[in-house]
């Protein structure tokens, strides 16, 4: 079932850590062009998949800008109150 789960999204095996970010900025950047969209919103937690998935996609805004698109990111704080771990939260949005 495992090999066909992979077959069917056309995905690897295997994962390559070095060469696994590079990947995921260039696929962010393909998707923003192919579904001509402008922009990324984020609702971001704080937590450590939330701020990769920020770093992410602001280099491939930050690379689409270098090459003449006008794309952007919005980070988000989810409205649902106060977190125990709110100072992190804040940190994982504020710019790099």
Known sequence: MQTDIISELGISATLD?????ERRI???????G??????Y???????IDSLTV?????SAVRRDRQSG?????????????TQA???HAKL???AP
């Open 85 to 87: 771990d709110e100072h």
């Open 41 to 47: 919103v984020l609702g971001i937690s704080g937590g």
């Open 92 to 94: 994982a949005g504020a």
């Open 54 to 58: 920020r770093l992410q996609a602001q």
């Open 17 to 21: 850590a070095a060469s696994e970010p």
């Open 26 to 32: 260039n696929f962010l950047m393909h998707y923003l």
């Open 69 to 81: 698109l006008d794309n952007g990111f919005v980070g988000m704080r989810p409205p649902y109150g």
């Open 34 to 39: 192919t579904l001509r969209l402008r922009a």
